[in-house]
Nanobody
Framework: QVQLVESGGGLVQPGGSLRLSCAASGFTLDDYAIGWFRQAPGKEREGVSCIYWGDGSTYYADSVKGRFTISTDNAKNTVYLQMNSLKPEDTAVYYC??????????????????WGQGTQVTVSS
């Protein structure tokens, strides 16, 4: 059974940092891309960043390049999203996602990935 369990959301001031974690289980990680979508109130869900576990290929949305970094801990089967220089427009529910196709997890290829339960990130002064 595929499970994606997120943690690390919260409230942070503009310019601050947060690190999200996604612990994955129930599937062979080497065959999957894992990453993050986000959905702000009144907006569609968008792909933020993802990594293909097998070869380390990564994707970042233009809106987060240079500020967010995705990484993995193979021993813990966990993906991290380090978010720096946060802006109010980064406020959203962040969802961990997994699929064999990196494009699906990046949100640029049609498909329905496995989803985590979501974690709220609020950037506000």
């Amino acid at each position: 059974q595929v499970q994606l369990v997120e943690s690390g959301g919260g409230l942070v001031q503009p310019g601050g940092s947060l690190r999200l974690s996604c612990a994955a289980s129930g599937f062979t990680l080497d065959d999957y891309a894992i990453g993050w979508f986000r959905q702000a109130p009144g907006k569609e869900r968008e792909g933020v960043s993802c990594i293909y576990w097998g070869d380390g290929s990564t994707y970042y949305a233009d809106s987060v390049k240079g500020r967010f970094t995705i990484s993995t801990d193979n021993a813990k089967n966990t993906v991290y999203l380090q978010m720096n220089s946060l802006k109010p427009e980064d406020t959203a529910v962040y969802y961990c996602a997994a699929d064999r196709d990196l494009g699906v997890v990046a949100g640029i290829t049609p498909g329905v990935p496995y989803w985590g339960q979501g974690t709220q990130v609020t950037v506000s002064s």
